[in-house]
C-alpha cells in the first residue's frame, strides 16, 4: 500500500435514547430515510451495522473511510443535524489508519479499501501490545509474527482490516475481522492463543460483534 492510498477509519459506536421508542412509527422512518439521504450523499465511503442485543453499550455502527478526517468530522455533523441525530448518543469512537505492514511477506489490502463486498459479521477491536514486545529485535518480532499469520491462514473465510491508532487514537491498532461465520471466526481465535505473539498481548477488548444491516432497517429495529 503506497502512501498515496492510506486512507482513515472510523468506528462510531451509537446509544439511541429511550425516548425515540415514544415517536410515531411514521416519523420514525421518514427520520430513517433523512439518515439514509446523509449517508449516501457523503463523500465518505460508510458501513452500517447492527449491534442491538449485542452489547449493552451500543446499538449501531457507523464503519467510516476516508482520506480526510475532516469529512468524517463533516459527516457526523450532518448526521447529528437529522431528527435521528437528535436521539443518538456515542458510546464509543476509534481512529485509526492503513498502512503498509512491517511482518506480512505480501501486501494484503483490506477487505474495505479494495472495494469488496462486506461479509454478513464484522468484528470490531483495540488492540494494544506489551512495550516489551516493541523493545524486541525485530528480526525476532518478524519470526513470532510468521507464526501469526500463517495461523491466520488456515481460516480464508475471515477477511482482516488491520489500521493503525499508533499517536492518534488510545490503542496500537484497529482490528476489524469479517466472516460469514461466526464459529469460524471463533475458531481462528482460540488457535491464535496458541501462538507465541499471544503472550504479547495486553488489551484486546471490547470485542464487538456488528450485523451488516442498511441503515433504514437498522433505525427501524431500535423500537
Known sequence: ????????????????????????????????????????????????????????????????????????????????????GKYITPSRVYISSTRPSIYAQTDRTHSFVSGMEPKKYAIVYPFIKTREWYLL????????????????????????????SFGIHDEDFMLAFETDDLHVFQDLIMELRGTRVSAFIKVDTPMIVCVKKDIIPIITSLG
Not at 3 to 29: G, H, V
Not at 138 to 164: A, W
Open 137 to 164: 529485535p525485530l528480526e525476532q518480532r518478524k519470526q513470532m509474527m510468521d507464526e501469526h499469520i500463517k495461523t491466520s491462514q488456515k481460516f480464508p473465510q475471515v477477511e482482516l482490516n488491520t489500521t493503525y
Open 1 to 84: 500500500m503506497s502512501e498515496e492510498q492510506k486512507k482513515y477509519f472510523n468506528f462510531s459506536f451509537f446509544k439511541i435514547d429511550p425516548k425515540w421508542r415514544w415517536m410515531a412509527d411514521l416519523a420514525k422512518e421518514e427520520s430513517a430515510r433523512e439518515l439514509e439521504n446523509v449517508i449516501s450523499n457523503s463523500p465518505v465511503e460508510i458501513r452500517t451495522y447492527s449491534t442491538l442485543g449485542l452489547r449493552d453499550d451500543a446499538d449501531f455502527l457507523l464503519w467510516f473511510m476516508s482520506e480526510s478526517l475532516e469529512d468524517i468530522q463533516e459527516t457526523i455533523s450532518k448526521i447529528y443535524l437529522t431528527v435521528v
